[in-house]
Nanobody, 116 residues
């Protein structure tokens, strides 16, 4: 059974940093592109970032480029999102999602709240 479990969310002040993790199981993690997607309160889904199967190629939404860094450890079956210079508009539920047949598996999300 494919499972994706996010962790690392929390309350942080504007300008602060957080690192999110996504632990994957039930599939060959190193064979898939992986994504981070977020949903702000009352808004739709927003794609944030992606990494290819080996992690050599990474992609970012303009809204987070230069502030967020996606990475992965295929030996640990874990995807990461390092978030710096956080803004109140980064407040959202953050999901990791596998790119298989589209984004075919999602975790339950971890909540990030940026507020003073």
């Amino acid at each position: 059974e494919v499972q994706l479990v996010e962790s690392g969310g929390g309350l942080v002040q504007p300008g602060g940093s957080l690192r999110l993790s996504c632990a994957a199981s039930g599939f060959t993690f190193s064979s898939y592109y992986m994504n981070w997607v977020r949903q702000a309160p009352g808004k739709g889904l927003e794609w944030v970032s992606a990494a290819n199967s080996g992690g050599e190629f990474t992609y970012y939404a303009d809204s987070v480029k230069g502030r967020f860094t996606i990475s992965r450890d295929n030996a640990k079956n874990t995807l990461y999102l390092q978030m710096t210079s956080l803004k109140p508009e980064d407040t959202a539920l953050y999901y990791c999602a596998r790119w298989g047949d589209g984004m075919d598996y999602w975790g339950k999300g971890t909540l990030v709240t940026v507020s003073s």
